[in-house]
């Protein structure tokens, strides 16, 4: 079972959640060659904790 969130659908997850995706997913592949298709996971991974963190600062900013 991959450990890769769904993309973003409008739906947030949570900054944390997100971070310990990509730790996950790092660690499966320790002293691995990566594949394409892992870097390609790599990416989504990146790019949902990249959403999940400007939403969280948003809120912070908004609130001050």
Same mark, same amino acid.
């Given at each position: 079972m991959s =450990? +890769?969130?769904?993309? =973003? +659908?409008?739906v947030s997850v949570p900054a944390s959640e997100a971070n310990d995706s990509i730790r996950r997913f790092v660690r499966a592949r320790r002293?691995?060659?990566w594949t394409a298709q892992d870097m390609a996971e790599y990416a989504v991974l990146?790019?949902?904790?990249?959403?999940?963190v400007r939403a969280e600062v948003s809120e912070v900013v908004e609130a001050a």
């Amino acid at each position: 079972m991959s =450990p +890769t969130p769904p993309a =973003p +659908t409008g739906v947030s997850v949570p900054a944390s959640e997100a971070n310990d995706s990509i730790r996950r997913f790092v660690r499966a592949r320790r002293d691995l060659a990566w594949t394409a298709q892992d870097m390609a996971e790599y990416a989504v991974l990146l790019e949902i904790w990249t959403v999940a963190v400007r939403a969280e600062v948003s809120e912070v900013v908004e609130a001050a």
